[in-house]
């Protein structure tokens, strides 16, 4: 027996947990999610593409909604099938995030008269390295799928609007000396100590705050690792420090790197940036996204973190994390989410797709 769509999305949570869909491994679940929207929602055109199902209507509505979410999960902890206890239900992805997939389905198959055209996209991969990531294939292959005046990420988020994202990036501080026997250590000169600077600039960073669309985002510049020496009668010669960059999304990635290199200039010390990725601005004022944080009664937040809401942003498309779920919970063996926040996340969506 396939996915009832249309039946109570805690249910069909369920079933979508209990169907194991690690990355690179979901073509099942997309064959089920395909067979379901295309036999229970006729008024969508439905496409395959790799493990990805996409679908949308034709109504000829003034603005177009897209609804987005990855079908894949991190491994199992003996963690499926899914169990209900009470009011929670426990399993592998129900916070992260077949919870908020369930509720994009069940309305894509019980509203026949949106008052917006929509979009669903079932995307794979989104858990490994994002060059794997279907959101992106679906970037470059099928760009005209992605073109809506908002979309809504279905990433756990408490029932909470948490608008935009932070960016990020990775530093490598290297600091060279010269290698000596500790025994002799004035003969060499101690990279590692050369780190010294770089840890007390660290220590009395202050980490600037900064208010857009009503959002505040928190930036934060941490060492996330330290390298050096080879043996313990050796100076070394070479050391390391990793640092990341969370930042808020009026900063580019340029402008990061250029923030990180002024925080650290005048230390003997080579910056090489390592890794980045774009945030991304709440766009909160585009009339769609507006009517969102209406219907939600005005709650909303600043996203920690970075999230596929950047890839939207980068498009020019406003662009929100809401879902069911509590995003501490992902990828722990007790995931869990509450049912009543499946409810309410389902009917605040409802609202805003007829409105």
């Known amino acids: 027996m396939g996915l009832d769509l249309r039946a ?37 055109e439905v496409i395959r593409k790799g493990d990805a199902v996409l679908a949308r209507t034709h109504l000829g509505r003034p603005t177009r ?38 509720v994009f389905l069940h309305l894509a198959a019980t509203l026949d008269e949106p008052a917006h055209d929509v979009t669903l996209v079932m995307y794979d991969c989104e858990e490994i390295e994002s060059s794997a990531n279907g959101l992106g294939r679906i970037e470059r292959e099928l760009p005209e799928w992605l073109r809506a005046d908002v979309a809504i990420l279905g990433e756990p988020s408490g029932g909470v609007i948490e ?33 010294g ?20 985002y928190r930036e934060g510049l941490s ?31 340029d402008d990061a790197v250029a923030h990180v290199a002024g925080v650290f200039a005048g230390l003997p010390v080579d910056l090489e940036l390592t890794d980045s990725a ?37 498009l020019g498309i406003p662009a929100v994390n809401y879902g069911p779920g509590d995003p501490n919970l992902a990828h722990r063996s007790d ?12 009917e605040m969506l409802r609202r805003y797709l007829l409105a």
């Open 335 to 346: 995931e869990h989410v509450e049912v009543g926040q499946v409810t309410a996340a389902t």
């Open 65 to 102: 909604v897209l609804l987005a979410g990855h079908t894949d999960t991190v491994p199992a902890a003996d963690n499926v099938p899914s169990r209900r206890e009470g009011d929670v239900l426990y399993g592998c992805g129900t916070s992260d995030m077949k919870s908020g997939d369930a």
């Open 223 to 253: 060492a996330v690792r330290i390298e050096g020496g080879i043996a313990g009668n050796v100076i070394p010669d070479a050391a390391s420090v990793t640092v990341n960059f969370r930042f808020a999304p009026d900063r580019s990635v």
């Open 163 to 195: 608008a935009g994202c932070q960016g990020t990036i990775r530093v490598v501080l290297r600091a060279t000396g010269t290698r000596a026997h500790s025994a002799r250590s004035w003969l060499g000169h101690n990279a590692i100590h050369d780190l």
């Open 278 to 314: 774009p945030g991304a601005l709440p766009g909160l004022g585009a009339p769609a996204a507006a009517a969102l944080v209406t219907a939600a009664g005005g709650r909303v937040r600043a996203k920690y973190g970075w999230t596929d809401v950047a890839r939207f942003a980068a």
């Open 197 to 216: 600077d770089v840890l007390a600039r660290l220590s009395a960073y202050e980490a600037r705050s900064v208010d857009i669309d009503g959002c505040t």
């Open 8 to 44: 109570d999305p805690v249910a069909l949570t369920a079933a979508l947990v209990d169907i194991p869909s690690e990355s690179r491994h979901e073509q099942r679940i997309a064959d089920e999610i395909e067979a379901a929207l295309r036999a229970q929602a006729p008024h969508f």
